[in-house]
């Protein structure tokens, strides 16, 4: 993959890259639009076997990230930051990392706002903020850190059941099979609402003891690996990784719904169509996973946790009025969903 192309092919503002040679990772933010206030979207740290795949990561989600707060209305543009090991660093080492990507951020002035993803925790936040202001996910008044991951969940599990409701004609979960990918930060909470309100949960994730804790805290069972894709199922709700939704997936998948926690979930834009052709109700991602930025948004603006459950609410409506669009115009709901930001964001220019 040439970097180069990558990133001038990229509709973004701005990319950075830093090589950390102390733990041979490379530090990317990728600014897709100061729009609004500044560009705001987690980081990511992970072991890529390719930097460059870190990078095409953090493009990605950064465009996501613009789309997400167009989708909730919120004045931040998309930004995403990703730090890309070689291998896994943890310790003192993590620490010291952490607090040179910190002072990146700082030298940026404002221009890239962070917050927690995948393989970064609420306490990196803590310690992110001792080194520059612009962290989120932060209550700058009490200097606590707080997890967006609950309200991520919250979100996805509004979402969900208006899909379902949408595609079955009843929100009820009582029995209804839903495949969990993931039970990290979004999918364990998940889980559990789910559970509570009586569905199966099959529960699938990379570490196997995880997923079997998991399955015996909410009465489900355990999919391992790849069997997931084929599971017996109503919904499947993908919380991990990205591009899970593909050729070679798609035609295996049985849910009628599919509602995650995930970001970019379709590997390519055209695995949209492939899942409306399979007559699969697809909630787009950064509509159906924006819990945790609206809660990030509104910790911002000092509002209270209940204000918040209330805001995440409307995930119903938004997502109802997506799904009726696109059953209208018989196309994926993801088109109905880019409508939407693109006339919000014309609204903001
Ligand atoms: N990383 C999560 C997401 O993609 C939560 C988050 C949202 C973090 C917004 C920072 C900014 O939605």
């Known amino acids: 993959m ?27 933010i990728a600014i897709h639009s100061t729009l609004g206030k500044r560009s705001v979207g987690g980081v990511r740290m992970k072991v890529y076997p390719d930097p460059a795949e870190g990078l095409l990561d953090a493009l990605r989600l950064a465009e996501g990230m613009s789309s997400k707060w167009a989708a909730i209305e919120v004045q931040y543009g998309g930004g995403k930051a990703v730090l890309a090991l070689s291998r896994p660093v943890k310790g003192d080492e993590r620490t010291a990392m952490m607090r040179r990507f910190g002072r990146m951020i700082d030298s940026l002035n404002g221009r890239y706002g962070t917050g927690p993803d995948i393989g970064t925790t609420p306490d990196d936040m803590a310690l992110l903020a001792t080194e520059t202001r612009y962290v989120h996910c932060y209550d700058w008044k009490v200097r606590a850190p707080y997890d967006p991951g609950i309200y991520t969940a919250l979100g996805v599990f509004v979402g969900l059941k208006s899909a379902l409701r949408f595609a079955t004609g009843s929100d009820r979960l009582g029995g209804v099979r839903v495949v969990v990918m993931g039970v990290g930060d979004t999918g364990a909470p998940l889980c559990r609402s789910l559970a509570a309100e009586g569905a199966h949960v099959l529960v699938n994730d990379l ?120 059953r209208d115009k018989n196309e994926s709901p993801v088109y109905a969903a880019a409508r939407m930001v693109e006339s919000v964001l014309a609204r903001r220019t």
């Open 2 to 28: 040439q970097w180069s192309e990558l990133i001038r092919s990229w509709p973004g503002e701005e990319v950075l890259v830093r090589y950390d040679r102390p733990t041979d990772a490379w530090m990317f």
């Open 207 to 326: 570490d196997d003891a995880r997923a079997r804790k998991m399955a015996a805290e909410v009465g489900g069972d355990v999919v391992q690996g790849d069997a997931m894709y084929d599971a017996e199922c109503d919904v499947l709700a993908p919380c991990a990784i990205g591009a899970i939704l593909n050729e070679q997936t798609i035609p295996r998948l049985t849910c009628k719904v599919i509602a995650g926690a995930a970001n970019n979930q379709l590997r390519f834009p055209e695995d949209a169509d492939r899942l409306h052709q399979r007559g699969i109700l697809y909630a787009p991602d950064y509509v159906v996973n924006g819990g945790g930025a609206v809660s990030l948004a509104m910790v911002d603006e000092g509002a209270d946790f209940e204000d918040i459950r209330k805001e995440i609410g409307k995930m119903d409506d938004r997502l109802t009025k997506i799904f009726r669009e696109a």
